[in-house]
């Protein structure tokens, strides 16, 4: 179905809040973007409730590869946090799963039977990934890779594995075995066709591809079918069609996606591959639209975003009538990808060839570069780059403007002499594209720099560009670079919280001088307007700005910090008590025992930070738990000192120079309770052995020869490493709290909200750090020592709200809401 008749606005009644009733499901990439692209057509149009599966906010699913080799943490990859639904009067079930539509009474259904009435609904399902019909794709340690759930559960199962199999030799096949392969393990990708990424280029170039990717250490089998995936409980081996075996402890299937449409297929919505739309994305029913990979207009479905954002954009105005005729007339797939590190670029079909086609190509094996043009009456018809991007910009135009390729054809790749001077970024037209994940042109980014968008998260901000894939990051810094000489930068980019226009430490005099208790106050005085990040980040500096004189408003804390326990994805509680330096004892495991067992605690673990988490506690439990526990809130929930982990150290250890865990034990104590703009992770090593692993902490002491400890500050072992910095060397244990004292009231008082440590000591710098903490050529040493005093003599056990709730209805058990992940 395509070119419907009737281009005109639906016609919707007045509903619920004098607002038609939008309903949305699937919360992924189009989901999220048709809410952007609805309220900048008309915020107020619709009272909107969306439903995704997924248990967290909108998040880019590009980037998924990242998190799974660990060079983004996950927390950095979501696009609309939960609050943004909140600020925009959006209604989101996360977590929950649409399993019927009735058109009827245009009701929809969840799992547990609820329902939701709608006067217009969107399916933005998006796809499922394809499993082949084979014997063992449900054995322990086979993989799909689609969601952040299957990243995580991918990485964290690498963890004990040496081998692994991919099935499947497309783009995300090889994202998948990238990410693997920094998880150390050996890795195969097995691909059916004879060559890699059969879709976006053509057998010389995907065997160029596979070369490549063999010199980085992964084997490649081609032309090679899976029989079975081979073991009793778990994968122990992968078997081919041709009767080889090889063995592997995990494997992940990549073998392609399949339209979700079951939904749509069982109300009886018109669907062939996909949902089928026509050009304002309507589907047979006309109060029911489909957008993103789950559909199919004019017999094509998509599976990258650069088309679902055309298509957001057209439903967005077609659903509020700022545009009531437009019409997606289908994409011009041009896709910029780096695929382990090699440079790829595809324009348009490239197996796509007729006998009339003239066909352009030029390889260079040494360099593993491989260009291919495909030329139809006269114009750019498709192309792939390979390994070499040079001619990119030039065959980008030529695809986009449908204008007449050179009559050389061979200056396609190789323009004469006086063409080829270089080009400079300023040179390029302002309609080149440059982002061509949310297809954004040169001269939207050259503007954005000319408002003073100086910076790549603040161009992210502004016009999206940068925020898919991330390759063409590289040019927008050029751009920055070559535009932004001139301009002056925009001062937001300084401001600690949104929501007031100043940098931390002008806001930290602002709301001294003041007198500023409340995060209400502080709106007030210094802000402009309402906004929930900006809340927790306020909250947060006014509770270790002032101590016990700060003014508590619970609205304005995260969940986590209006019940002192950690949210779960199912909207139950973790609950951790402190053991000071890990140390406990039988009577408080057995009081620990007691709890997990008349509580029905359904998981009990040690976590990284030797600490015992109970997890999947009802809210409404919360106060009789901690009560009989009998222990002090281990702040496993919020921004704050989490755990100092310790050694065993002279005490037992043959090796001890030190006692580490008297140390730790000491470090915990004194700093408990401790408010920060990030989480703050120690550990104490009673010798350079180092079984603690201080050198990976915010803050790490180690005991050296001659009775020293040595501290060091800044490092990280989650997604994101980093060896931390040495500091110092003292002597005394309270030298050590000293030192460690003044470091953490400096980074309280000076780091971004949410800047952990191992971003803030590199911005600051460790010699100036060194100069005012241990040389104090500040003079800053009294004022620290002094306001670690303050924060210490605040501190009170959060967990005693179980006698005296500090709001009515604080643990008031309510029907669990599984929550988008914000951190
Ligand atoms: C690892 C990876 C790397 C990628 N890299 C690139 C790239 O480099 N470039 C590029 O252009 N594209 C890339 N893609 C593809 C891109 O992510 C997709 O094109 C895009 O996410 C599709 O958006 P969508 O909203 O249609 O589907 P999705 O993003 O999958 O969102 C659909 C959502 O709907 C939810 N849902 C489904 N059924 C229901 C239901 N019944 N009830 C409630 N919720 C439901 C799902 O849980 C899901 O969250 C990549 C994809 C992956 C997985
Ligand atoms: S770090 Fe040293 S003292 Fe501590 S347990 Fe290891 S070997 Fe023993």
Same mark, same amino acid.
């Given at each position: ?359 352009? %190509? ?5 360099? %593993? ?26 065959? %980008? ?412 209805? %604080? ?13």
């Amino acid at each position: 179905m395509t070119g419907s008749p009737a281009l005109t606005p639906p016609a919707l009644s007045v509903q619920r809040e004098g607002r038609p009733r939008l309903v949305v499901v699937g919360n992924g990439m189009a989901g999220g973007r048709l809410l952007e692209d609805i309220l900048a057509c008309d915020p107020q149009r619709f009272a909107i409730t969306v439903f995704g599966e997924e248990p967290y906010g909108n998040y880019n699913r590009i980037l998924l590869s990242e998190v799974l080799n660990g060079s983004q943490e996950a927390q950095n990859i979501f696009l609309n946090p939960l609050a943004w639904y909140a600020e925009n009067g959006i209604t989101l079930h996360a977590g929950r799963k649409v399993v019927r539509i009735d058109r009827e009474q245009r009701r929809v259904y969840c799992e547990d039977g609820q329902s939701e009435p709608y006067d217009l609904l969107v399916l933005a399902t998006g796809s499922k990934p394809f499993i082949p019909p084979i014997p063992g794709t449900t054995l322990r340690g086979v993989f799909v890779f689609r969601t952040l759930d299957d990243c995580r559960h991918i990485a964290s199962y690498a963890r004990q594995c040496r081998r692994a199999v991919v099935i499947g030799g497309g783009l995300l096949g090889l994202e998948a075995a990238k990410g693997l392969m920094t998880h150390d393990l050996d890795v195969t990708v097995v691909e059916m066709a004879p060559y890699l990424m059969s879709v976006q280029l053509d057998e010389p170039g995907g065997r160029v591809l596979g070369q490549t990717i063999e010199r980085l250490g992964i084997h490649v089998r081609t032309a090679t079918t899976t029989k079975e995936i081979v073991g009793h409980t778990h994968v122990t081996a992968v078997r081919f069609a041709d009767g080889t075996e090889i063995p592997a402890d995990m494997v992940v299937i990549a073998a392609g996606i399949r339209p979700n449409i079951d939904l749509a297929r069982e109300c009886g919505l018109a669907c062939e591959r996909a949902i089928v739309v026509d050009d304002q994305l309507r589907t047979s029913d006309p109060n029911i639209y489909a957008v993103g990979e789950c559909v199919q207009h004019n017999g094509v479905v998509y599976g990258l975003v650069a088309p679902i954002w055309e298509q957001t954009k057209v439903l967005a105005r077609v659903l509020t009538g700022s545009d009531p005729h437009a019409r997606y007339t289908g994409s011009r797939i041009a896709t910029r990808l780096k695929v382990m590190g090699v440079d790829l670029v595809s324009l348009g079909r490239i197996q796509d060839v007729q006998s009339s086609d003239e066909v352009v %190509q030029f390889s260079e094996p040494a360099r %593993q570069v491989y260009w291919k043009a495909i030329i139809r009456n006269g114009r750019l018809h498709a192309a792939c780059l390979l390994g070499d991007l040079g001619p990119a910009d030039q065959l %980008q135009r030529l695809f986009h403007s449908g204008a007449e390729v050179p009559q050389r054809r061979v200056e396609i790749f190789f323009p004469p002499a006086a063409s080829a001077a270089p080009v400079t970024l300023a040179d390029l037209p302002d309609a080149q594209q440059i982002c061509d994940c949310n297809g954004v042109s040169k001269g939207t980014i050259v503007a954005a720099i000319r408002a003073g968008k100086c910076t790549l998260p603040a161009i992210g901000k502004a016009t999206r560009a940068g925020t898919g894939c991330g390759s063409c990051k590289k040019i927008i810094k050029g751009l920055i670079e070559c535009f932004a000489d001139s301009v002056t930068p925009d001062p937001s980019e300084d401001w600690y919280v949104p929501a007031v226009p100043m940098d931390k430490p002008t806001l930290v005099a602002e709301i001294r001088r003041r007198g500023l208790k409340s995060v209400s106050a502080v709106l007030q005085e210094l802000g402009h307007g309402e906004d929930e990040k900006s809340k927790n980040g306020l909250a947060s500096l006014l509770k270790s700005l002032w101590g016990k004189e700060y003014i508590d408003e619970r609205d304005a804390r995260f969940i986590n910090d209006r019940v002192h326990a950690n949210i779960q994805k199912d909207g139950t509680f973790s609950v951790v008590p402190r053991m000071y330096g890990g140390v406990t004892t039988p009577d408080e495991l057995i009081r620990i025992g007691q709890v997990a067992k008349k509580y029905q605690v359904p998981m009990v673990k040690i976590t990284g930070g030797q600490r015992i988490d109970l997890l999947g506690i009802r809210k409404e439990d919360l106060p009789k738990v901690w009560a009989d526990l009998g222990m002090p809130s281990g702040y496993a929930y919020t921004k704050a000192l989490r755990t100092v982990k310790t050694c065993v150290g002279s005490e037992f250890c043959r090796f001890g120079l030190n006692d580490s865990t008297g140390m730790g034990i000491a470090i915990e104590k004194r700093f408990q309770g401790f408010e920060f703009p990030a989480k703050v992770k120690m550990a104490v090593s009673g010798c350079p052995r180092n079984c603690a692993e201080a050198t990976v902490k915010d803050v790490g002491v180690v005991a050296t020869e001659g009775g020293e400890w040595e501290i060091s500050i800044g490092g990280a072992a989650g997604a994101h490493v980093r060896k931390s910095d040495v500091l110092c060397r003292v002597s005394s244990r309270e030298e050590v709290l000293r030192i460690i004292g003044r470091f953490l009231i400096y980074y309280r008082d000076n780091a971004k909200w949410l800047e952990r440590t191992y971003d803030f000591v590199p911005r600051i710098g460790l010699d100036k750090i060194r100069d005012i903490i241990v040389h104090d050529k500040l003079g800053l040493g009294e004022y620290l020592d002094a306001e670690v005093e303050k924060m210490a003599a605040a501190y009170v056990d959060p967990w005693l709200e179980r006698e005296h709730p500090a709001y009515e209805g %604080q643990f008031d058990g309510e029907s669990r809401i599984p929550l988008p992940m914000v951190t």
